[in-house]
């Protein structure tokens, strides 16, 4: 027998609607993280018949390059040009990050570990150096590229997770499922199941604890195809059981899909399982 969230969510056996708030969210965010969220589903509801086909190509079958290696050529954010850098295995050195392996980035706070993210996802470009993605260099994309690297090549979970607070956990996962379809409707509730926030999914974000909205970030970073999967401090609230099943979460999806895991930490590592550790 479906349990009670199967019932009231997939009674009829495909995916569910975001609700009317979930919608009107999207709709008025004024962040341009969102803005390809809200141009898609308002033409999927709104368009005249004939353009649903197109935007669906164009997001979700758009065909898809693999990335094999991130490669840092002497970076340093730019605010540390002055400060002396000693003993770092990624500022000032030519690294490569490869994709299937696992690295675990150790930093104390304010030594740039979040920068180091933001410069690989395309947030930031406020550090001397070069980053290339398999030899080309990323500082001249433009923003479809980045679009698509975002789509099918990095996952990226923030430290701050960037959920909407007033959605519930299920309808945060859903914005991103919706537009990505990688998970199943059983895959998403199972990997509620096995963090332990079952019972969470129907709870707007505000009003779960930090652990558990980080669990919930977890599980939508985990809904996309992508080569890496890029963590910044994704385990910081979580107790070491917790954070040993979202390692083994984490691994056993990215092993399926053949992805690459560049985590950072503060203290609480990801328990991950044959690591690479670097230090900013």
Not at 28 to 37: G, H, K, M, N
Not at 121 to 148: C, K, M, V
Not at 155 to 160: G, K
Request: aromatic residues 8%; proline residues 4%.
């Amino acid at each position: 027998m479906p349990d009670k969230h199967e019932k009231q969510h997939f009674a009829i056996g495909s995916m569910p609607k975001i609700s009317p708030l979930a919608e009107a969210r999207v709709k008025y965010a004024a962040s341009w993280r969102v803005i390809s969220i809200n141009l898609v589903i308002l033409h999927l509801r709104y368009a005249p018949s004939g353009g649903i086909d197109l935007i669906i190509y164009n997001i979700l079958s758009t065909k898809r390059n693999k990335m094999q290696r991130i490669e840092l050529h002497n970076i340093l954010p730019k605010v540390f040009a002055d400060a002396p850098i000693t003993a770092s295995d990624v500022w000032l050195t030519e690294f490569v990050f490869e994709k299937g392996e696992h690295y675990m980035v150790k930093a104390e706070s304010g030594t740039g570990k979040s920068s180091l993210c933001s410069y690989i996802y395309g947030y930031r470009t406020d550090y001397s150096g070069q980053i290339t993605f398999d030899g080309a260099d990323i500082a001249p994309l433009n923003a479809e590229r980045w679009s698509q690297i975002r789509r099918t090549e990095i996952a990226y979970l923030p430290q701050e997770m960037r959920l909407f607070p007033e959605l519930t956990a299920l309808e945060n996962v859903l914005l991103k499922n919706q537009l990505t379809n990688h998970c199943s409707e059983r895959e998403i509730l199972d990997m509620f199941a096995t963090l332990g926030i079952s019972d969470k999914v129907d709870s707007p974000v505000q009003r779960l604890s930090i652990g558990q909205q980080q669990r919930v970030a977890i599980i939508r970073t985990l809904c996309q195809p992508c080569d890496f999967i890029v963590l910044d401090e994704p385990v910081s609230h979580l107790d070491l059981a917790n954070n040993q099943i979202v390692a083994r979460l984490i691994e056993s999806h990215a092993e399926r899909i053949g992805a690459g895991i560049i985590a950072t930490s503060v203290g609480n590592n990801l328990c991950l399982n044959r690591i690479k550790e670097l230090t900013l």
